[in-house]
């Protein structure tokens, strides 16, 4: 299942995402998570030429999500809770070749509901609750998610709508270091 996603177009799509502090007070750098998608840290940290062990350490929190419809236990990759290392100046990406998947597509998100994916802007990022969102960015944002959706395993998806959420990062900061943080731990910070 892992080795369907197409890692490399994702890879290879540019797509950046203007007006945001003109408009909105930074809440995904500040509140969200970074979510990974099932193997994309490995990707990430090889494309980038790191070791994945250092890689986790330097860059990735753990969570661990228990899956009740699978009855089993997963681990969903972010970027360490709390500031992301990447964030410049406390605006905007200051290394592109980082943003995962999440990052890259935001604010265009993806949801199962009644085990169908359905895709929308997200009416808490303020360039869509303006309407300023720019139509060319959420038209190939879509089609991106359109096409990878086909391939992410349900297990994800419904971990992400648990813990896709918005933080209290002073409180998440506390977790940051934490080997493996289970979802439980994860949701008590919540803003
Ligand atoms: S929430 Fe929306 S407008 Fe605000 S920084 Fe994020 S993407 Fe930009
Ligand atoms: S990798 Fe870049 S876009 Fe993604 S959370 Fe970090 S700073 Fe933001």
């Given at each position: 299942?892992?080795?369907?996603?197409?890692?490399?177009?994702?890879?290879?799509?540019?797509?950046?995402?203007?007006?945001?502090?003109?408009?909105?007070?930074?809440?995904?750098?500040?509140?969200?998570?970074?979510?990974?998608?099932?193997?994309?840290?490995?990707?990430?940290?090889?494309?980038?030429?790191?070791?994945?062990?250092?890689?986790?350490?330097?860059?990735?929190?753990?969570?661990?999500?228990?899956?009740?419809?699978?009855?089993?236990?997963?681990?969903?990759?972010?970027?360490?809770?709390?500031?992301?290392?990447?964030?410049?100046?406390?605006?905007?990406?200051?290394d592109e070749?980082?943003?995962?998947?999440?990052?890259?597509?935001?604010?265009?998100?993806?949801?199962?509901?009644?085990?169908?994916?359905k895709i929308?802007?997200?009416?808490?990022?303020?360039?869509?609750?303006?309407?300023?969102?720019?139509?060319?960015?959420?038209?190939?944002?879509?089609?991106?998610?359109?096409?990878?959706?086909?391939?992410?395993?349900?297990?994800?998806?419904?971990?992400?709508?648990?813990?896709?959420?918005?933080?209290?990062?002073?409180?998440?900061?506390?977790?940051?270091?934490?080997?493996?943080?289970?979802?439980?731990?994860?949701?008590?910070?919540?803003?």
């Amino acid at each position: 299942m892992l080795a369907d996603i197409d890692f490399e177009k994702i890879w290879d799509v540019k797509g950046k995402l203007s007006g945001c502090f003109e408009h909105c007070d930074g809440r995904c750098e500040y509140e969200a998570l970074s979510i990974f998608l099932p193997g994309e840290a490995e990707f990430i940290a090889k494309k980038s030429g790191i070791a994945f062990n250092e890689f986790k350490e330097n860059y990735l929190s753990a969570i661990k999500y228990h899956d009740l419809v699978d009855n089993k236990d997963y681990i969903i990759y972010v970027y360490k809770l709390g500031i992301c290392l990447f964030l410049e100046n406390g605006k905007g990406c200051r290394d592109e070749t980082k943003k995962n998947f999440i990052c890259k597509t935001y604010p265009i998100k993806g949801e199962l509901i009644t085990g169908k994916l359905k895709i929308y802007p997200d009416p808490w990022c303020l360039l869509c609750k303006k309407n300023k969102l720019p139509e060319d960015f959420k038209n190939q944002m879509t089609a991106l998610w359109e096409d990878i959706g086909k391939k992410l395993p349900e297990w994800w998806l419904r971990g992400i709508m648990i813990i896709d959420r918005a933080y209290d990062y002073s409180k998440l900061n506390k977790l940051r270091d934490k080997e493996v943080v289970t979802t439980d731990e994860l949701l008590k910070c919540r803003n």
